[in-house]
């Protein structure tokens, strides 16, 4: 398969008299794909059922006309003003009660059955307009679900969907009274219409009320992008993607990506850095202008799999972005390195966000391939060697991992409805587990937790699983080498209560978790052989034999070379130190990477990243600054 480079444009920003040489200059830079439309509705409907296509029409004509290849997004993310006004409840509301007002983007509750259906029909109308267009070979949905912390609504709708979900699930109220555990405080309902949303509780809402609302709030996003796409395939054979983000975790990508049929996410390594990463300040300062090193890899590795294969990167940082509490400019290569490493972890396309700079509104800031004025930004000439390298590189193979992470979004939400700890966030947990596989320069795998077979790793590893899904249950006697859980794993019932067999509960695992613990920065447990646990330890009962033992004696990590448990949250050091003890014993291969220097093995193509600003030296390669190299071998 040909990897492809895109952009994203705008056509509704620019005079129409550039369209053409727009066309013409992005394709004579190599790129295939340009995403358009997805913030268009005030122009295609100005007024309530006043239409106005035309412009797309010829916009869609010309870049088709120039050899481009349109991904057509649905506007659904930017309801014009006039929506409010025929929907004035349709505004979502946030967790203190007031309503997100109209004047940016996202303002619209995922409940609202009036603004679902005006998204059909608008999603109709450009299906059935393009759905056989000979230019539009692929469609997005909406735009970043869950951006600007848009998942969750507290309105008034969003309390009446709920009671509706609830009534399904538990058919009457003393059925939901069990569940919950709301004996408790004399929190019982007789009717379902007394059940509001978990927000302005005096002290914390009863954490099984909380998870219900983010099943039930995930539920409301498949269901709203389920609509566009059954719409769309209807009138269109094109595949259909979703842009996805860094680190949101507010809805289950699994659960949604099982109705489209490409993955897509948007990269920005230096903002994410900046404003979504615990990390230390000699850590941010080091990457400043590359990016952390695993966070990009860790989301192309997850939406490989939300994607079920096919994925791209929908929008790529080409230079500084706006949005970060400060935005550093990318060291020279970065943008060709981010590009390739989405490549070798077997993205089919990266499109870069955006083509020219805008020069008004809220993204004036944000860096384009194109300066304002319209000369080339300093990304354009990367991305144009990438696109000339690519007429030469070899085929980058779809690769299998050694080693298989569960990420699981349910556990996402457990953690943050129960934490216990200020630093236990489930995202932050697995991401140290990735990074220490990847420093080890291990292909990874990210597994959902409805995975049925687990036979094609060596190692399986699934820190912080909320609880341990049916499904994974019985996968675990497919295992070829060994699983290891994690610390808090199937440590509740889907009901949000303390199982009556003490976790971990895993079959042949003779250990029961007795007394977890929680620890503030800068405390630890210090473990036998060097290393400590930080921020989560457990203590363990039972006959499983120990592996490793903390300093006190007690165990750290117990089970066989099959199953294993790890009772804390070791740090860095100590993490990757543990993950390759886990390695040796499966016969899986590590390497010892230089800092900032990352590998990834695609079929016989050995790729090395250089997140360093200095030259590295590596088996007999030299990778500059900023740079990346692949052998054969
Ligand atoms: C993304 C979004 C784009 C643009 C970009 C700026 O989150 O999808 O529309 O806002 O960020 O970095």
Redo the contacts with the bound molecule.
Sequence with gaps: MKRTLGV?YYPEHWPEDVWAEDARRITEAGLTWVRIG??AWSRLEPAPGRLDFDWLDRAIATLGAAGLKVVLGTPTATPPRWMIDRHPDMLAVDAQGRPRKFGARRHYCFSHRGYLQECRRITTLLAERYGRSPHVAAWQTD??FG?HDTILSYSEVARHAFRDWLSQKYQSPEALNRAWGNVFWSMEYDSFDQIDLPNLTVTEPNPAHVMDFRRFSSDQVVAFNRAQVEIIRHHSDAPIAH?Y?GRITEFDHYATGRDLDIASW?S?PL?FLSDRLEASAEHKATFLRQGDPDFQAFHHDLYRTVGRGRWWVM?Q?PGP???APYNPAPLPGMVRLWTWEAFAHGAEAVCY??WRQAPFAQ?QM?AGLLRPDSAPAPGFAEAVEVARELDTAPEVAATQGEVALIFDYASAWAWDTQPQGADFDYFRLVFAWYRALRALGLNIDIAGPDTRDLSDWKLVLAPGLFTLPPALREALTTVAGQVVFGPRANSKTADFTIPPALPPDLPGLDARVTRVESLPPGTGIPLAEGGAFRHWAEEVEGSAPVILRRADGLPALLGSEKLAYLTGWPCDETLRAIVRRLCAAQGIPTHDLPAGLRRRQAGDLCFRFNYGATPVKWEGVEIPAAGVVWTRG
């Design positions: 994203c997805e913030f735009n970043e951006c842009n983000m948007d920005y903002g929008e940082q972005v706006n949005w966000f955006r993204e944000h």
